[in-house]
């Protein structure tokens, strides 16, 4: 059975020489011109492209299946991304910040998210805490978190969700009560990307009445009494990043650890979640992307019936479907970004129809892929399977893909 599995370039080097498969894979964005990632980007944005697109090719899919089954954190590969810039990809550059734009940031994680997916999506989620802490930090906060997060010598977690709070995130409990120049935090966050291994931590803590209204935004660091974690989660995909229930029992954090005022948090959540849908928007794309060159090269190289896959006319139209849907979610992604980096009226709900969009195509995109290598497409030693399960959960986190809708529809109906 071994003999007759299908000797193509791209199959024999994802389980041989996965090195080798990363290059070919990354390298026929050229070739497939209708798909090609750099359309319509100017020159600098080519240029950062290439650099994300040699990364991912280099430090991020050689690995990407270890880290799945060993469920690594790799942390000194993310360093090296920091390297590059891509720590605070839209920070200020005064606090070690890249400075660019939320359309960069969509072409940068799309490019790395081709390397890994999983690995990237944390990517996302810590360039989200930083923005926050350096969008609405003074500038004490500023100068004592940034830095060392834009280098990834500490990472980040964001802490909203709640195990008895996930879509209806204004209704959550934990509590902080003011206490002279302190907050005493209690309470629990649920599925938090990080939680455990990282270093600083966004929460989301009521400090006043029911309602969003109530809500405020504290940092915490490892470290403080009181703070400690859950199991790690075992999870479908997504397993290069820990996911672990973060708890708070009496933690004491100071006044001078909260961000904004108090009552803000809400705002700053949702605001930090905009770019955040944005993010994992774009990480969709590039697991698409691998995927639907992944599935051409199988159609081409994979006989059955005599002749290759390629050349039977149902999977032609389906080929040509999932590089459709591709392009139409790319351009809705990039449209967004645009739209939220410009501080567009209707930039909030832009962001929502884009990854509600982007992250339901792309995932059948990724499971049209899978279908089409058959048996092949449900083995490990394929990169297909693993596209396909670091993807799903982008429908339900960031809000879920139902929330997406209610926002899309409320933004309809009152206008």
């Known amino acids: 059975r071994e003999a007759e599995r299908p000797r193509t370039a791209m199959a024999m080097a994802w389980r041989a020489a996965p090195r080798a498969a990363a290059r070919l894979l990354l390298g026929r964005r050229r070739i497939a011109s209708c798909i090609d990632l750099s359309a319509g980007l100017t020159e600098e944005q080519k240029e950062f492209q290439k650099v994300a697109l040699d990364f991912a090719t280099r430090e991020m899919a050689p690995h990407m299946a270890e880290w799945d089954e060993k469920e690594i954190f790799p942390v000194e590969t993310m360093r090296k991304a920091a390297q590059l810039g891509f720590g605070g990809i839209y920070v200020k550059p005064d606090v070690g910040g890249s400075g660019l734009s939320r359309l960069d940031t969509s072409i940068i994680f799309e490019a790395l998210s081709t390397g890994c997916t999983s690995t990237t999506a944390y ?6 805490c930083v923005w926050m802490i350096d969008t609405f930090g003074n500038e004490e906060q500023r100068r004592r978190f940034c ?17 008895g709070s996930g879509s209806d995130a204004a209704s ?17 966050k649920a599925f938090i990307s990080g939680g455990g291994d990282t270093d600083v931590y966004v929460v989301m803590c009521r400090t006043g009445g029911p309602g969003p209204k109530g809500i405020s935004c504290l940092v915490l660091e490892k470290g403080t009494p009181g703070l400690s974690f859950g199991k790690k989660e075992k999870k479908v995909g997504w397993n290069s990043q820990p996911t672990r229930a973060v708890i708070f029992e009496d933690c004491v954090v100071p006044v001078g650890n909260r961000l ?29 992307h691998a995927s639907v060159l992944l599935a051409q090269e199988h159609l081409t190289v994979r006989k059955q019936f005599g002749e290759p896959l390629a050349n039977n006319q149902y999977l032609q139209f389906r080929l040509a479907e999932m590089a459709t849907r591709l392009v139409a979610a790319r351009l809705m992604v990039r449209n967004a970004a645009r739209a939220l980096q410009e501080g567009r009226e209707d930039a909030a709900v832009l962001c929502s129809m884009a990854k509600l969009f982007a992250t339901d195509e792309c995932f059948a995109i990724c499971n049209q892929a899978l279908q089409m290598h058959g048996g092949y497409g449900y083995l490990k030693d394929y990169a297909v399977q693993q596209f396909v399960r670091d993807i799903r959960v982008h429908q339900i986190l960031e809000g879920t893909n139902e929330v997406m809708r209610m926002i899309v529809a409320r933004n309809l109906l009152q206008g």
Request: aromatic content about 6%; charged content about 15%.
């Open 147 to 163: 830095p060392a997060l834009c280098s990834m010598e500490k990472f980040a977690s964001y802490c909203l969700t709640e195990p």
């Open 123 to 128: 990517m996302s989620i810590h360039n989200m």
């Open 260 to 288: 904004g005022t108090e009552g803000q948090g809400f705002s700053i959540a949702m605001k930090g979640l905009n770019g955040g849908r944005i993010n994992i928007a774009s990480c969709s794309l590039g697991a698409a």
């Open 172 to 188: 959550l409990l934990t509590s902080a009560q003011r206490k002279g120049d302190s907050y005493v935090l209690n309470g629990s």
